[in-house]
């Protein structure tokens, strides 16, 4: 008999549970999940300490966007209790220096009031255009708008602080699967190629005619990639 593995998900900014809920049922006789909650902590170092404190001995361990930055650093901070390692839709570099400059604006809008979350005008750089309008959309809205102007200065301060995390990726010697939408445009392609390069036995799955939230926008594609990473 297969026990279900333990399994950690930690979503993107903005993003919570509702982010991993379709790939949930077509995983459940191979994984138990449990989802991080990474609104509370302005460091990713603060974030990983909090999901660690509520996740299992020992657990696989999977994060799209910021939550791939958010399990670098539980790589760093306890390496021994993760079996497996998925990542979706990430990168391992820190910002640019224009990705900074641009970030340092949506807090600077943000603490004058004017918070928006994810608005229409934003989708297109978040999912591919065939969900630009629809429920795919609207569960991203939501997610938004849950989450909030505080959490989303908290998270925006965190990845701004992020370190580089390619240094760590060579002497990783776990399963590891590197996702991501072939359309991505906030992290894409090939940045998962590099990750897959430096990521010893990492395997690359880009999921076609998706963009940065495979889990909502293809979830048979990304519930296929991490059944066979559970199998693996």
Known sequence: MIHPMPLLLLPGLLCDAALWAPIRPGIADLATPVVADLTLDASVAAMAMRALAMAPPRFALA?????????????????????????????????????????????????TGRF????????????????????????????????????????????????????????????????????????????????????PGAVLRVLPDCGHLPPLESPAAATAALRAWLEA
Request: charged share 25%.
């Open 63 to 111: 994060g799209l966007s910021m939550g791939g930055y958010v399990a670098f650093e539980i790589l760093r901070q306890a390496p021994e209790r993760v079996l497996r390692l998925a990542l979706f839709d990430t990168s391992a570099r820190p910002d640019t220096e224009e990705q900074s400059r641009r970030r340092r604006g949506l807090i600077g809008l943000a603490r």
């Open 116 to 199: 928006r979350g994810v608005t229409p005008r934003l989708l297109p750089q978040l999912v591919h255009p065939r969900h630009a309008d629809g429920p795919v959309a609207a569960e991203v809205l939501a997610m938004a708008g849950r989450i909030g102007r505080d959490a989303f200065l908290r998270q925006q301060e965190a990845i701004l602080g992020r370190p580089d995390s390619r240094p760590l990726l060579p002497g990783l010697s776990l399963p590891t699967l590197v996702a991501v939408g072939a359309q991505d445009v906030l992290t894409p392609p090939e940045l998962a190629e590099e990750m897959a390069a430096l990521i």
